[in-house]
Nanobody
Framework: QVQLVESGGGLVQPGGSLRLSCAAS????????MGWYRQVPGKERELVAN???????AYADSVKGRFTISRDNAKNTVDLQMNSLKPEDTAVYYC?????????WGQGTQVTVSS
């Protein structure tokens, strides 16, 4: 059974930083892509950033230059460093892993940017 465990969400002031982490465990097989999505009430879940097995990254335009995604292939983890946070970054952030065994989502972690 595959499990994704996320951590690192919370409340931060505008301009602040947070780091999200996601660890995949279980019989996941070969991981192809790891990424982060976010969702606010009433809107569709959107891609924030993802990273391939070779390290190629992609970012939403709204976070380019502020967020950095990284992964540790040996530990099956993916991190999202979020800097210069804005109120519009407030959302539930979800980890997603695409692997040879299937596609998996984490349970979500709340990020709130507010003064």
């Amino acid at each position: 059974q595959v499990q994704l465990v996320e951590s690192g969400g919370g409340l931060v002031q505008p301009g602040g930083s947070l780091r999200l982490s996601c660890a995949a465990s279980g019989s996941i097989g070969s991981i192809i892509t790891m990424g982060w999505y976010r969702q606010v009430p009433g809107k569709e879940r959107e891609l924030v950033a993802n990273i391939g097995s070779g390290g190629r990254t992609a970012y939403a335009d709204s976070v380019k230059g502020r967020f950095t995604i990284s992964r540790d292939n040996a530990k099956n983890t993916v991190d999202l460093q979020m800097n210069s946070l804005k109120p519009e970054d407030t959302a539930v952030y979800y980890c997603k892993v695409v692997a040879s065994s299937g596609r998996y989502w984490g349970q979500g972690t709340q990020v709130t940017v507010s003064s």
